[in-house]
């Protein structure tokens, strides 16, 4: 009989949890990503500057830096974004609400930008190169011959952006 009070408190606590999360789901909310190891890649247009990546990629994003820069091409870009960065670039790209930030199809923002929790720059394993804004930059001619080469591959709508997986 001392069971049944401890029993009734749990029953009455499981059949409030879903309310609970009910509740919560209201709110927009990103999904929450592993924590993402990270290591830095030294820019080779000015070595006080680095490219910050998932340290699973970072020895091949050097690589792909020397390899460029033997060709006369020099780079450094924006790699590895925490939650409260992607958040940030969504409202710049998307607008200021709840809706904007985390609902808004990633396609109708300027420039696109994927939903937080979503982007492969939070991983770490996507890079926007600054000289790379238009297909007909050198940086984008070099990286469409040999980044395929250090495991990276553009998302076509965003020539700067190169990615794992090209998302
Ligand atoms: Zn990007």
Same mark, same amino acid.
């Given at each position: 009989?001392?069971?049944?009070?401890?029993?009734?408190? /749990?029953?009455?606590?499981?059949?409030?949890?879903?309310?609970?999360?009910?509740?919560? *789901?209201?709110?927009?909310?990103?999904?929450?990503?592993?924590?993402?190891?990270?290591? %830095?890649?030294?820019?080779?247009?000015?070595?006080?500057?680095?490219?910050?990546?998932? !340290?699973?990629?970072?020895? !091949? /994003?050097?690589?792909?830096? *020397?390899?460029?820069?033997?060709?006369?091409?020099?780079?450094? #870009?924006?790699? @590895?974004?925490?939650?409260?960065?992607?958040?940030?670039?969504?409202?710049?790209?998307?607008?200021?609400?709840? @809706?904007?930030?985390?609902?808004?199809?990633?396609?109708?923002?300027?420039?696109?930008?994927? %939903?937080?929790?979503?982007?492969?720059?939070?991983?770490?394993?996507?890079?926007?190169?600054?000289?790379?804004?238009? %297909? /007909? !930059?050198?940086?984008?001619?070099?990286?469409?011959?040999?980044?395929?080469? @250090?495991?990276? %591959?553009?998302?076509?709508?965003?020539?700067?952006?190169? !990615? /794992?997986? #090209?998302?």
């Amino acid at each position: 009989m001392h069971r049944a009070p401890t029993r009734l408190r /749990t029953l009455a606590l499981a059949s409030a949890l879903p309310i609970i999360f009910a509740l919560a *789901a209201c709110q927009p909310t990103a999904p929450v990503l592993p924590k993402v190891t990270t290591a %830095k890649a030294t820019c080779t247009t000015d070595t006080s500057r680095s490219i910050v990546v998932a !340290s699973s990629i970072v020895s !091949s /994003t050097r690589q792909l830096l *020397a390899a460029a820069k033997a060709d006369g091409l020099k780079l450094c #870009g924006g790699g @590895y974004r925490d939650a409260a960065s992607q958040i940030a670039v969504r409202k710049a790209n998307c607008g200021p609400t709840q @809706y904007d930030i985390y609902e808004k199809p990633a396609s109708q923002c300027t420039p696109p930008t994927a %939903k937080p929790g979503t982007s492969q720059h939070e991983k770490g394993l996507a890079i926007d190169f600054e000289s790379c804004q238009t %297909k /007909t !930059s050198a940086c984008y001619k070099w990286l469409a011959q040999n980044a395929k080469t @250090y495991g990276l %591959k553009n998302l076509p709508s965003e020539p700067w952006h190169w !990615s /794992t997986t #090209g998302g």
